[in-house]
């Protein structure tokens, strides 16, 4: 009560600035520092499809500063009133650490009430998804929303399901009780371990976050089932480089993070650490192009102040890699469904990917309107690249108007100007931002 009193004293201040930098608009909150309070601010702006190309975040305890540069998804600056406009109330007075995390992937808002949540993880196999989704339809389920990760060996998924008749809710529990016990069975496969797998159902007003309820599933499950080291094979130069050192002389740890860039690094990494218990008290985040993810983040836990052992140090290395490799997109091709929704859609389409020999490696399953918008990862089989011939032969069976290869979205942009812009504004609060860092000895270099 009393911290939300502070906050009600202390309204959060949100600032969308597009004239400081010709290559991004800046968004600047200001707000009392409480737990949890900078995952809420990357999860809006996530979640309203932008991309953070920087971020610095600075804090006294008591009071954080942060700005981001963001840029929507065709890398252009914020011009949409309305976006501007949700920005501001999403992260204004009353919003921030007063509003639901319970938002549903791709479902509109008036249809979450009606929807029961199913929680999945297990045993990754070629054409998992496709049995699973099987079950569903075969139990006269509708899948209206849903997301598929996959990362060392297993498999998690978040599915959004209402009756295939009614439209409503699954309440019947002899009817909800099948289609766990099912989907359990499905997940075990061949195992008889009864631990290999999971299945959880619960009311939508129960469910949070889509995104970071995946992390926390999959985070919890590297304790009980660690697969082989599967990243073994994989090009080094993909792979992130995490390195967490002590700072004794300030209280803090320090987490240096470089990797390929990539939609969502910093929402997965801030989820880590808040779910792990850790505070950001001060960090930088430079994502500009492919090869360029950077991240500086000075931390304390909650408890115990700084990471204070090799063995603390090594947990949160080995988490924050997890986290950045789970959400797996770059190791498949995207391929779009755009058509006319159905029950049984899912079913027929991933059974099709399974007969050409096609696995899926991450989904992002959409329902707007009438209408069903989602996107698929596929490998082969063996976990390879997929051919071109298997790529058409699957769009000709589907529909090659409604099934497309998905652009990559991690093409390294270029914006006009950026080179140009070294006076800008905005490349001056960036200065003042390493400078303030610098004089707190909180970087080795502000130039």
Not at 320 to 336: D, F, K, P, S
Request: some cysteine.
């Amino acid at each position: 009560e009393f911290e939300k009193l502070v906050i009600k004293m202390n309204p959060p201040r949100v600032t969308v600035d597009n004239t400081s930098d010709m290559t991004a608009t800046l968004v600047k909150v200001d707000s009392a520092n409480k737990y949890g309070t900078l995952l809420e601010v990357v999860q809006v702006l996530t979640d309203l499809k932008l991309t953070i190309n920087r971020a610095y975040i600075s804090s006294d305890g008591e009071w954080f500063m942060d700005v981001f540069h963001v840029v929507d998804e065709e890398g252009n600056k914020l011009y949409d009133g309305q976006v501007i406009d949700r920005i501001e109330q999403s992260l204004g007075a009353g919003s921030l650490s007063f509003r639901g995390t319970d938002r549903c992937v791709g479902v509109e808002a008036e249809a979450e009430a009606a929807q029961t949540v199913i929680e999945l993880i297990g045993r990754d196999r070629p054409g998992l998804l496709s049995e699973v989704f099987a079950v569903l339809t075969n139990l006269k389920c509708n899948i209206a929303a849903s997301e598929v990760w996959t990362h060392d060996g297993r498999m998690a998924a978040l599915m959004y399901v209402t009756d295939a008749e009614t439209g409503g809710g699954i309440e019947e529990p002899e009817r909800l009780d099948t289609v766990k016990r099912l989907l359990r069975h499905v997940l075990r496969g061949s195992s008889r371990d009864k631990k290999a797998a999971r299945a959880a159902i619960s009311a939508r007003a129960a469910a949070p976050h889509a995104q970071r309820r995946l992390h926390q599933m999959m985070h919890a499950d590297r304790g009980v089932h660690r697969a082989d080291d599967g990243d073994a094979a994989a090009d080094d130069r993909s792979l992130p480089v995490v390195v967490v050192e002590d700072c004794a002389e300030r209280g803090y740890t320090l987490v240096n993070v470089r990797c390929r860039d990539r939609p969502k690094l910093l929402f997965d990494t801030v989820c880590t650490l808040t779910d792990m218990q850790y505070l950001v008290f001060h960090g930088t985040v430079i994502a500009e192009g492919s090869e360029a993810y950077q991240v500086r983040y000075y931390i304390r836990h909650l408890d115990d102040g700084a990471a204070a052992s090799d063995q603390d140090r090594e947990q949160l290395r080995r988490c924050l890699e997890a986290a950045i490799q789970r959400r797996n997109t770059e190791q498949g091709l995207g391929l779009e469904l755009c058509c006319e929704d159905r029950v049984g859609l899912l079913s027929d389409v991933t059974r099709i990917f399974r007969e050409h020999g096609l696995s899926v490696t991450h989904a992002e399953v959409a329902t707007r309107g009438e209408r069903a918008a989602n996107v698929f990862y596929v490998v082969t089989a063996s976990g390879m690249p997929v051919q071109a011939q298997a790529v058409e032969a699957v769009r000709a069976e589907i529909g090659d108007e409604i099934l497309l290869v998905k652009e990559d979205a991690a093409a390294p942009k270029s914006p006009p100007g950026r080179d140009g812009g070294g006076r800008s504004l905005g490349n001056m609060i960036r200065s003042r931002s390493e400078k303030f860092l610098y004089n707190l000895g909180l970087i080795r270099s502000c130039s």
